[in-house]
């Protein structure tokens, strides 16, 4: 059974730092590029940073450049998001999710996603 755990989420106030984790099993972990995608409430899927199946690529959305840094653990099946500098508009459902290469900065592309984690930046 394929899952994709996100944790990390939580309430924090504009200008903190929040480290999202997602943990996977059920498929071959190094063999895909994964990604994080947010909804906002009311708002389509938005997506956020892509990292390539051997971590040396990373690719990020305009909005979270130089604020968000991706990463992976291939021996751990996990990825991480590093969120710095939170601004009220990062407010989202996060979800981490499971790609190829064809769907590197698709919101809505992807072979598995997992079930989110809610980011309130807030004060």
């Known amino acids: 059974e394929v899952q994709l755990v996100e944790s990390g989420g939580g309430l924090v106030q504009p200008g903190g730092s929040l480290r999202l984790s997602c943990a996977a099993s059920g498929f071959t972990f190094g063999r895909f590029y994964m990604k994080w995608v947010r909804q906002a409430p009311g708002k389509g899927p938005e997506w956020v940073s892509t990292?390539?199946?051997?971590?040396?690529?990373?690719y990020y959305a305009d909005s979270v450049k130089g604020r968000f840094t991706i990463s992976r653990d291939n021996a751990k099946n996990t990825i991480y998001l590093q969120m710095n500098s939170l601004k009220p508009e990062d407010t989202a459902v996060y979800y981490c999710a499971a790609g190829g290469s064809w769907s590197t900065r698709s919101a809505s592309v992807y072979q598995y996603r997992g079930q989110g984690t809610q980011v309130t930046v807030s004060s």
């Open positions: 990292i390539n199946s051997g971590g040396g690529d990373t």
